[in-house]
């Protein structure tokens, strides 16, 4: 252990240097101490309040002084890699890391577009346009050249799964079409990414090869739901862009979906609660490509993974419910007290809320196989 001699009337620097080799710790220590200790400080307290100098004042809006609002900001900008501007990863989380190998370090350390355009919309909302712009560029970059997205993958791009998910190709158009309503494009044109996207979405579509919950393809709510949105998005940006002809059929297919929500969805044969017959189902069955799918959410059946051996693990697809409808009111495709949605959500209240002693939650959908078991 050693001691320094210190005077009162003396101040001292300390440095300390981390690095991958004596060498480029040395070399980093003196490059630091080569500037004054005053600089350094001022360069850190002004980088930590150019964070926070435009943040939406929302103290009158919560119950504890913007307390937990400020917290959770700082945790999402933690999510931002420092390598590769923009890119905001899922979690820094692994789940159940303690039995986790060194083979495999994904977890949740990965972009899931959805993941990430739900990160920087509120970091849009809280008043930081720069890194949800950042996020946007990140994301046009890493498109694939026929306007999908991998369904999730490493910080360099590289994808992790292979699945398709059609929201997370929607989710890029409606963080871009919210920075052109702001006007925070800045310099950049969103106008490539979008076409391309909108392109796979009515290509795509309107089946998804997986869902919200990555687990079975089908006609989805909530995928619908974004899916809506985005093609209505890019109709808006397309137009300002001057093609009408491609923001006119970006417009009639989300229409065309928008049509036939209720009778890919909802079922009016219910029987998972008693006096509850007509609500929105997890997902409607079906296959990506098939031209005339012949079962309804009435007739269908679902396959669930990751339920134990000998559990039974297939059921109607009417008596299975997720809250993932709620994104057709976000979107503005339903009203909040549209019967559907009304009954819809009495359904997932009686058979996925639960109440803790921190209030109530909600499991993702019934028989939900994912997670630890006792």
């Given at each position: 252990m050693g001691e320094l001699p210190l005077r009162p009337d003396e101040p001292i620097t300390v440095g300390l240097a981390l690095a991958q080799s004596v060498s480029a710790a040395i070399t980093a220590l003196y490059q630091s101490l080569g500037t004054g200790f005053s600089s350094h400080e001022h360069r850190f307290v002004e980088q930590w309040d150019r964070t926070v100098v435009h943040a939406v004042p929302l103290a009158s809006a919560s119950h504890d002084e913007g307390r937990l609002c400020r917290s959770s900001r700082s945790v999402l900008l933690a999510h931002e890699d420092k390598t590769f501007p923009g890119a905001f990863i899922a979690s820094l989380s692994i789940p159940w890391g303690a039995?986790?190998?060194?083979?495999?370090?994904?977890?949740?350390?990965?972009?899931?577009?959805?993941?990430?355009?739900?990160?920087?919309?509120?970091?849009?909302?809280?008043?930081?346009?720069?890194?949800?712009?950042?996020?946007?560029?990140?994301?046009?970059?890493?498109?694939?050249?026929?306007?999908?997205?991998?369904?999730?993958?490493?910080?360099?791009?590289?994808?992790?799964?292979?699945?398709?998910?059609?929201?997370?190709?929607?989710?890029?158009?409606?963080?871009?079409?919210?920075?052109?309503?702001?006007?925070?494009?800045?310099?950049?044109?969103?106008?490539?990414?979008?076409?391309?996207?909108?392109?796979?979405?009515?290509?795509?579509?309107?089946?998804?090869?997986?869902?919200?919950?990555?687990?079975?393809?089908?006609?989805?709510?909530?995928?619908?739901?974004?899916?809506?949105?985005?093609?209505?998005?890019?109709?808006?940006?397309?137009?300002?862009?001057?093609?009408?002809?491609?923001?006119d059929l970006a417009q009639r297919y989300a229409d065309f979906l928008e049509g036939h929500l209720d009778s890919w969805t909802v079922t009016d044969r219910g029987s998972a609660v008693p006096g509850l017959r007509r609500h929105y189902v997890r997902i409607r069955?079906?296959?990506?490509?098939?031209?005339?799918?012949?079962?309804?959410?009435?007739?269908?059946?679902?396959?669930?993974?990751?339920?134990?051996?000998?559990?039974?693990?297939?059921?109607?697809?009417?008596?299975?419910?997720?809250?993932?409808?709620?994104?057709?009111?976000?979107?503005?495709?339903?009203?909040?007290?549209?019967p559907t949605i009304v009954s819809s959500v009495e359904a997932v209240d009686a058979l996925l809320k639960v109440e803790t002693p921190f209030g109530p939650t909600w499991r993702r959908y019934n028989h939900d196989g994912y997670g630890d078991r006792g």
């Amino acid at each position: 252990m050693g001691e320094l001699p210190l005077r009162p009337d003396e101040p001292i620097t300390v440095g300390l240097a981390l690095a991958q080799s004596v060498s480029a710790a040395i070399t980093a220590l003196y490059q630091s101490l080569g500037t004054g200790f005053s600089s350094h400080e001022h360069r850190f307290v002004e980088q930590w309040d150019r964070t926070v100098v435009h943040a939406v004042p929302l103290a009158s809006a919560s119950h504890d002084e913007g307390r937990l609002c400020r917290s959770s900001r700082s945790v999402l900008l933690a999510h931002e890699d420092k390598t590769f501007p923009g890119a905001f990863i899922a979690s820094l989380s692994i789940p159940w890391g303690a039995w986790k190998g060194d083979d495999d370090r994904g977890g949740y350390h990965l972009v899931w577009t959805r993941d990430m355009v739900q990160t920087a919309s509120a970091l849009l909302a809280s008043g930081h346009a720069e890194g949800a712009l950042r996020a946007l560029v990140y994301l046009a970059t890493r498109q694939r050249p026929d306007g999908g997205f991998p369904q999730n993958f490493w910080l360099g791009g590289h994808p992790y799964w292979t699945g398709v998910q059609l929201d997370e190709v929607a989710f890029p158009l409606l963080l871009a079409h919210r920075l052109f309503q702001d006007h925070e494009l800045g310099e950049f044109d969103p106008t490539p990414m979008v076409r391309r996207a909108a392109r796979f979405l009515i290509h795509g579509g309107p089946v998804t090869p997986q869902e919200r919950w990555e687990e079975l393809s089908g006609f989805s709510p909530s995928t619908l739901a974004a899916t809506i949105a985005a093609l209505t998005a890019a109709a808006d940006m397309l137009r300002g862009a001057g093609d009408p002809p491609s923001a006119d059929l970006a417009q009639r297919y989300a229409d065309f979906l928008e049509g036939h929500l209720d009778s890919w969805t909802v079922t009016d044969r219910g029987s998972a609660v008693p006096g509850l017959r007509r609500h929105y189902v997890r997902i409607r069955p079906a296959r990506p490509g098939d031209p005339s799918p012949n079962e309804g959410p009435d007739m269908g059946w679902v396959t669930l993974p990751n339920l134990a051996p000998g559990t039974p693990n297939r059921f109607p697809a009417e008596s299975i419910v997720d809250p993932g409808f709620l994104e057709l009111v976000r979107y503005g495709i339903r009203r909040a007290d549209d019967p559907t949605i009304v009954s819809s959500v009495e359904a997932v209240d009686a058979l996925l809320k639960v109440e803790t002693p921190f209030g109530p939650t909600w499991r993702r959908y019934n028989h939900d196989g994912y997670g630890d078991r006792g």
